[in-house]
């Protein structure tokens, strides 16, 4: 095991500090390190004068020829971290990458801004591949991607070899470890690097590894004393929002509404819900499209480029949709369905917000989700290969992940801190002020104790044998087949909820079975029974607090409020408008129409605009500022 470094607001800036980063800790840190090259390449390339937490070190660690393991969270700027060393030493460096969409996003950003890079994937004719090798095997990129497959069975590795390759970052890294959250095999065969590459320095990036995944990820690189740089995985420009799931259909739409005209990533479970959701948004206007495993290759890429330039606001996604996007600024993550890993959800999550402006991650939340990826891990399980311990350590190690992420949508505490604590980092006890918590927003169910007893009460009077979804079809008085046949419409519990819609109750007696209060059998058809608790509730001996099974009336933010001081609103309007200009985010638009620069020298100074930038859009964009021409 090695020491990790925590980047430190009391620190100075590219120093490394040993020790955990705290609630508040700085942004940004200078240029400034060892090595004065960091600071040009930095503002000539990218149009910044600072570096974010961490990159200086990871930086320097990849000139000095030092292995390093690198963990900060989606949108911490790990991409920057190999990006800049081949520019400022001259060299040819690989970047192992775990997905075609994302190899081509980052080549294509690259490109944009003259960066020589490229990529070998599945998706390239034999012509383009053969074009790549040549200008690798001239000298004239500074990056070359590559998959995992690809790279170890193709030959690549002599050609790398020849042209004399010192550096590898292995992005994603956690896909080599069996404890990540996203273990890929092929990711095994990396360990090849160290033995063919002896004198190469190997550098692992990932946004989310707990201690134990980050040493299984030393260990399967065969990393040497690695320099282990773990960022602050808190995002305080993200709000995180848990929402009781009433209507799936109607809440998405309500969350969407604070979000019209933005990107907006909405994840589901199944890929039915994923299609029949985008359907209904696209029925209300809303510029949406499905994606998932089950489309052809030709659709989903389809649906990632136009994402990508803007064309469709929305995405409704399984988690096969995401790692491949490198889009900055998309403002709302709704999960509708519980992911099944607090790492999953910081992953997914952190794909809101990338450029550091104020964004929202909103889940909507049932403990049935839980029952059902329970269902659907003993399931994959026992259908594997595996052997009976193996299966039952698969089991009980996806189960562990799966009720941590439970705990933390159940939990009444700040959402801020339960993250970054549960990845072993404190926050301190000040409020947030981004979180559905903090704010204030959540909203307690009038009379809940005496709600509670008639869902107890009713669970007893149909002798602990039915599952949620009849307990509240009978609390509804609701005249079902069921109901009637089972003389249940003449219990004195039938109807006593009637008030209520049927998402409605059955949210609440998944609160209940959340809290303890009831328990369920396991199975396919899980039914609801009573436990001592239940009737220490009877008894009027426990108080119950249940939540309104609906969205409320949501709170800006002081981090949203802060993103758009003194920018004139109407002049970004104009500028995004502009197709050509979706390489620019929205931090550097929003800086121009705070700004307004008037000239050349101006504009430069907007973070973002760097000289490739400047020349190749300088004139139009001080035209637009000056009302010298529209913005499309």
């Not at 193709?154 to 970052?169: H, I, Q, Y």
């Not at 709302?332 to 369905?337: A, F, K, R």
Request: proline letters at 4%; charged letters at 25%; a neutral charge.
């Amino acid at each position: 095991m090695v020491a990790a470094i925590w980047y430190s607001a009391s620190s100075q800036a590219g120093n490394q500090v040993h020790g955990m980063a705290g609630h508040g800790a700085s942004e940004t840190a200078t240029a400034a390190s060892a090595d004065p090259r960091i600071g040009d390449v930095l503002a000539k390339w990218w149009g910044f004068d600072r570096l974010r937490p961490l990159q200086a070190e990871a930086i320097q660690a990849a000139l000095d020829g030092r292995d390093s393991l690198v963990v900060m969270p989606t949108g911490g700027g790990k991409s920057l971290c190999y990006q800049l060393p081949p520019l400022v030493g001259g060299t040819t460096d690989v970047v192992v990458s775990p997905l075609v969409a994302l190899m081509k996003d980052q080549v294509d950003a690259l490109e944009a801004i003259g960066y020589p890079a490229a990529a070998i994937h599945s998706g390239m004719s034999q012509e383009e591949r053969e074009q790549v090798r040549d200008r690798l095997a001239a000298g004239e990129l500074r990056l070359l991607f590559a998959a995992p497959e690809r790279l170890v069975n193709t030959g690549l590795l002599d050609l790398l070899a020849r042209v004399g390759v010192k550096r590898f970052s292995i992005d994603e890294a956690h896909c080599i470890s069996q404890w990540g959250h996203d273990f890929r095999p092929e990711y095994r065969q990396l360990a090849l690097l160290r033995e063919r590459f002896p004198q190469a320095s190997v550098h692992a990036f990932t946004a989310t590894a707990t201690p134990r995944v980050r040493d299984d990820i030393a260990a399967q690189l065969s990393l040497r004393a690695p320099e282990l740089l773990v960022g602050t995985f808190d995002r305080p420009n993200l709000c995180y929002r848990v929402v009781p799931r009433a209507d799936r259909t109607a809440q998405t739409l309500e969350v969407l509404g604070r979000h019209r005209g933005e990107a907006s990533i909405v994840y589901c479970i199944s890929r039915r819900e994923t299609e029949s959701l985008a359907a209904r948004l696209a029925a209300e206007g809303i510029l949406a499209r499905p994606y998932h495993a089950g489309l052809d290759a030709r659709q989903r890429h389809a649906t990632q480029e136009a994402f990508a330039h803007e064309t469709i606001d929305v995405v409704v996604a399984t988690v096969a949709f995401g790692m491949g996007i490198d889009r900055s600024d998309v403002r709302l993550v709704l999960h509708t369905s519980l992911p099944k890993s607090l790492e999953a959800y910081q992953q997914e999550t952190g794909r809101a917000g990338r450029d550091g402006l104020a964004a929202e991650c909103v889940l909507l939340y049932s403990s049935a989700d839980v029952f059902s990826w329970e269902s659907l891990v003993r399931k994959s399980a026992e259908e594997s290969d595996l052997e009976p311990d193996e299966i039952a350590r698969l089991i009980a190690g996806q189960t562990e992940h799966l009720h941590a992420m439970r705990r933390y949508a159940q939990a009444a505490r700040c959402r801020h801190a339960a993250l970054s604590e549960y990845f072993g980092q404190s926050y301190g006890t000040a409020p947030c002020n981004a979180c559905d918590v903090c704010l204030g927003e959540t909203e307690n169910l009038p009379d809940s104790t005496v709600v509670a007893q008639k869902i107890i009460s009713c669970v007893a009077r149909v002798g602990e044998r039915f599952g949620v979804r009849h307990v509240a079809e009978v609390l509804r008085g609701s005249k079902t087949e069921g109901i009637q046949r089972h003389g249940h419409d003449r219990l004195s519990t039938f109807g006593l909820l009637a008030a209520l819609d049927q998402r409605a109750v059955e949210n609440l007696a998944h609160q209940l079975l959340d809290q303890g209060l009831l328990a369920r059998t396991g199975g396919d058809r899980p039914v609801v029974t009573l436990n001592d608790r239940s009737w220490e509730v009877l008894r009027g001996a426990r108080d119950v607090v249940l939540l309104e099974p609906r969205a409320g009336r949501t709170k800006a933010t002081k981090a949203d409020v802060d993103d758009w001081r003194g920018v004139d609103r109407d002049l970004f309007e104009r500028l995004r408008l502009k197709p050509a200009w979706t390489i620019f985010d929205d931090k550097a638009l929003r800086g121009i129409a705070r700004d307004k620069p008037t000239s050349p020298a101006g504009l430069l100074r907007v973070k973002g605009i760097g000289e490739r930038r400047l020349a190749d859009f300088g004139a139009a964009i001080l035209d637009i500022v000056a009302g010298k021409e529209p913005a499309a």
